[in-house]
């Protein structure tokens, strides 16, 4: 279960690679950005997505040491949930113990 799990998120990643090299080849940054952020639902999406990496940052800040977390952090918001979703199969086999072990919340 736990391995077919980290291969989905690892293959999201990859799949969120390649669709990232193919609107930097097939549109212009800048432009569409600006497109999408001039709108009120693309305001209310970019908060929704910088949120999640916020949100994300939180999880990642208290699971690391202070060292590898802020590189993580940095580099989730400049790369995107790419960055979330490697994190996430990486330590995912710790986290399911880790959680396992608490059982469910009370």
């Known amino acids: 279960m736990i391995l077919l799990?980290?291969?989905?998120l690892v293959i999201a990643a990859a799949v969120?690679?390649?669709?990232?090299?193919?609107a930097f080849g097939a549109?212009?940054?800048?432009?569409e950005f600006g497109s999408v952020a001039a709108m009120p639902w693309g305001k209310v999406s970019l908060?929704?997505?910088?949120?999640?990496?916020?949100?994300?940052?939180?999880?990642?800040a208290l699971y690391e040491p202070l060292k590898l977390s802020?590189?993580?952090v940095i580099a989730m918001f400049l790369l995107g949930n790419v960055i979330a979703a490697l994190w996430l199969a990486?330590?995912?086999p710790r986290l399911w113990?880790?959680?396992r072990a608490r059982g469910p919340a009370s």
């Open 16 to 22: 969120l690679v390649a669709a990232i090299v193919w």
């Open 27 to 31: 549109g212009h940054f800048l432009n």
């Open 5 to 8: 799990l980290r291969l989905a």
């Open 90 to 92: 990486w330590r995912l």
């Open 70 to 72: 802020i590189p993580l």
């Open 97 to 99: 113990i880790a959680l």
């Open 47 to 60: 908060v929704d997505l910088y949120l999640g990496f916020a949100l994300f940052a939180v999880v990642i």
